[in-house]
């Protein structure tokens, strides 16, 4: 253990909450080791680097006074009282006769927990948690991942104290992220559901989409949500990490994508595999139902003869603790869904990866959360932005995670790359959106 990248900690009651908090900060953050305890003999006899964390008055050259809510257990209402920053932006649980304003490892376990999730609240149609609920939405730091600015004001004023410690930091990451909700608009889709497709439009009399479906059922023109092979070319030339979520539930209102055992659909599945990381898009069906979700992941695991550990929530049916305890029963470690299915911006305040802590059994798990902060759909419908206005809406959030090394997550659609007419002006906002997105070499 290098002594110079170590930090020695006393707090008078060591929890489950407060090791979770100081790993995530000082250790995943931070790059810091550091040791806990609850003897003060023990913290005063210790020559190095050393702060304390307590409600009460200690004798101590570095003095965190301390929240009461890493030490309590249970959820319940928690007073907040948002207070104007220059350097901390915006804060909560202020404290008094410190060296912070305000207990800045409660207020980080408060967001990135989730804990206002956990609260009654009003859902939308969708049983959702919604954006507006949210303290980052009222407060209008939804893009800005605040909980990494304030890591990073207390790591300058722990650099201040102690000069000779040793901090380090994770390179800034892109992954880019790609939903399969329909794999095609008109190809794979079996008899009955074609010959529905036909007489739709027929009653509409939507000649151009009865003329396009014939084209590429007899194969004379590219099925317009085949976007795949620009998305691998794309790939090759940017060298990204490129994750598939694939929807494989039983056809509903809300999930329409293409029968699991259609041959078509599971050769273009083997073949995105060979070239990129997969995981299992849960259906809509499938949100309170364990018995399904497990079905659907073992149907993906059957197509590409591989475990699956990748999951994102298809319409963002994120509910606490329930879906994440879920898919830790059924063996997926890595979760793609923190974020919100209408805003761009850090739900969790946190644009890094963290492990999962349960609140209801005060733990931390090992499922580990990647939030995505970008999405072409809320580019499009929430933030009205343009094909030739992208770059304006998009590069403020790009820019706050290279800002604090954070790991960047987008979200595409294979339709809305192709040549559907809804979407063909949007057909070069992938790779835009990649070239801001790209680390610099």
Not at 327 to 333: A, R, S, V
Request: aromatic share 16%; glycine share 4%.
């Amino acid at each position: 253990m290098n002594p110079n990248s170590h930090i020695f900690i006393y707090t008078h009651k060591i929890t489950p909450r407060v090791k979770y908090t100081f790993n995530l900060i000082f250790k995943d953050c931070l790059g810091l080791e550091f040791s806990l305890t609850n003897n003060l003999d023990d913290y005063k006899a210790f020559e190095g680097y050393k702060l304390s964390y307590t409600h009460q008055e200690v004798e101590s050259d570095f003095h965190i006074v301390a929240h009461s809510l890493l030490f309590e257990s249970g959820i319940k209402e928690q007073t907040i009282q948002m207070q104007n920053h220059e350097a901390y932006f915006k804060y909560f649980f202020k404290t008094y006769h410190n060296v912070l304003p305000f207990d800045v490892f409660a207020a980080s376990f408060y967001l990135v927990s989730r804990y206002e999730e956990y609260l009654p609240f009003m859902p939308d149609a969708f049983n959702r948690f919604e954006a507006e609920n949210s303290l980052a939405y009222q407060y209008d730091f939804l893009n800005i991942p605040i909980v990494n600015l304030w890591i990073s004001e207390f790591e300058k004023l722990l650099l201040s104290r102690f000069p000779k410690l040793i901090t380090s930091h994770n390179a800034y990451s892109f992954v880019s992220t790609i939903d399969i909700d329909t794999a095609y608009k008109y190809q794979e889709k079996g008899v009955m559901r074609s010959i529905g497709g036909y007489l739709k439009s027929f009653l509409r009399f939507d000649k151009e989409d009865l003329k396009q479906r014939t084209a590429v059922v007899f194969k004379n023109e590219k099925d317009p949500f085949d976007s795949y092979e620009k998305q691998l070319e794309l790939q090759r030339k940017y060298k990204l990490k490129v994750i598939y979520f694939f929807l494989l539930g039983d056809y509903g209102m809300n999930d329409k994508n293409h029968p699991s055992n259609n041959y078509g659909f599971q050769q273009l599945i083997k073949h995105l595999a060979d070239y990129a990381s997969i995981g299992i898009h849960p259906s809509f069906g499938s949100n309170g139902n364990m018995n399904q979700v497990k079905v659907e992941i073992n149907r993906l695991a059957k197509i590409t003869h591989r475990d699956v550990f990748n999951s994102r929530q298809h319409f963002s049916m994120l509910k606490f603790p329930d879906t994440y305890a879920t898919l830790l029963e059924l063996g997926i470690t890595h979760d793609y869904s923190m974020g919100y299915a209408n805003f761009n911006g850090f739900r969790a305040s946190l644009c890094m990866p963290f492990y999962w802590y349960d609140l209801d059994d005060e733990l931390e798990t090992g499922l580990k959360i990647h939030p995505f902060c970008l999405s072409e759909t809320s580019l499009r419908f929430k933030d009205h932005a343009t094909p030739q206005t992208i770059s304006a809406f998009a590069k403020p959030i790009i820019d706050e995670v290279k800002k604090y090394n954070g790991e960047l997550i987008t979200i595409f659609h294979n339709d809305t790359m192709g040549t559907a007419v809804d979407w063909i002006d949007w057909k070069n906002v992938y790779e835009e959106i990649i070239e801001l997105a790209a680390p610099q070499s």
